[in-house]
């Protein structure tokens, strides 16, 4: 065994050891403490507000804050508009979608998300891209791990509902266009290249619960309705797995590796044989 066949050998080795692209939480930066954070106008609830856990900012206007307002806590806070914390934070979040898109599409599911699931972790994407889950659907989202659905839109409807045993703050929604938030409960951190609105359910008063975060890249983010709305949990410490996977070597390839490592061993003991 020669040289160039134990170059071979490495390259061959790498090849069988790299693993598929994993799913993997984005660096979210100064965007993490943000629990509703938009380009372009943000739009607080009006009669009895909205809740929000993390911090709110826009680079435009804000309104109806109050009768919204942040929960209180260290370091969160109504950030007056255009401030560069804002800014920079938004930029983080590009970074984050950007991140997010560049995991690929993962696994094709029907647009309908009534029909799918219980799913657990994985890279996630829709036959059209236009994810829905129709008025009273519940998708499921289970187990340890991240969650990442790479969609072109994204709508649950009224009486819809994400639920499971999966943390919220390890599930990502990245949306190239809209996102419209209408169902009882909704998993993730959302974040739109355009746009995200959360409405009400059904009637006065009664709110969307969004545990995570609303992210409008370049339009507003609208909490619609007269209250009852709270968006966060998961903008202080937040739970996410933020990283890179560490790849492991298959049976095959250690099988390999233990060949070459043998042959590296021979042709080192025949060079010093051949010296003395």
Same mark, same amino acid.
């Given at each position: 065994?020669?040289?160039?066949? +134990? ?5 061959? @080795?790498?090849? +069988? ?5 994993? !799913? %993997? ?9 943000? *629990? ?20 709110? *900012? ?41 991140f997010l !898109?560049?995991? *690929? ?10 029909? %799918?699931?219980?799913?657990?972790? #994985? ?6 891209g236009a994810?829905?889950?129709?008025? *009273? ?5 289970? #187990?340890?791990? +991240? ?6 839109? @994204? ?25 419209? $938030? ?9 974040i739109a ?12 008063? %009664? #709110?969307?619960? $969004? ?16 209250? #009852? ?36 061993? +021979? ?10």
């Amino acid at each position: 065994m020669n040289s160039r066949l +134990i170059r071979a050998g490495v390259a061959a @080795l790498l090849l +069988i050891s790299a693993p598929a692209l994993a !799913q %993997v939480a984005p660096p979210l930066g100064t965007s993490e403490q943000f *629990g509703t954070i938009s380009a372009a106008g943000l739009v607080g609830q009006a009669g009895n507000g909205a809740l929000i856990a993390g911090s709110v *900012g826009s680079n435009t206007a804000i309104s109806n804050f109050p009768p919204s307002d942040v929960v209180p806590a260290p370091g969160r806070r109504v950030f007056p508009v255009a401030d560069p914390v804002v800014a920079s934070a938004l930029n983080d979040a590009n970074t984050a979608f950007n991140f997010l !898109q560049a995991q *690929g599409p993962g696994t094709v599911l029907a647009d309908n998300l009534a029909t %799918v699931g219980p799913l657990t972790s #994985g890279i996630f994407s829709t036959t059209t891209g236009a994810a829905d889950l129709p008025a *009273g659907a519940v998708l499921v989202l289970n #187990g340890p791990g +991240i969650f990442v659905f790479n969609v072109d839109s @994204l709508t649950a409807n009224v009486l819809s509902s994400v639920a499971g045993t999966a943390n919220p703050c390890n599930v990502f929604f990245s949306v190239q266009s809209s996102a419209t $938030l209408n169902g009882n409960n909704f998993f993730g951190t959302v974040i739109a290249l355009a746009s995200v609105t959360i409405g009400d359910i059904v009637g006065p008063l %009664v #709110g969307t619960n $969004l545990q995570g975060r609303a992210v409008g890249l370049t339009g507003a983010v609208t909490l619609a309705g007269d209250g #009852g709305t709270t968006v966060g949990g998961c903008s202080a410490g937040a739970l996410a797995l933020a990283g890179t996977r560490i790849p492991t070597l298959s049976e095959w390839a250690m099988i390999l590796l233990a060949m070459l490592m043998a042959g590296a061993g +021979i042709v080192a003991m025949r060079r010093k044989g051949a010296k003395l």
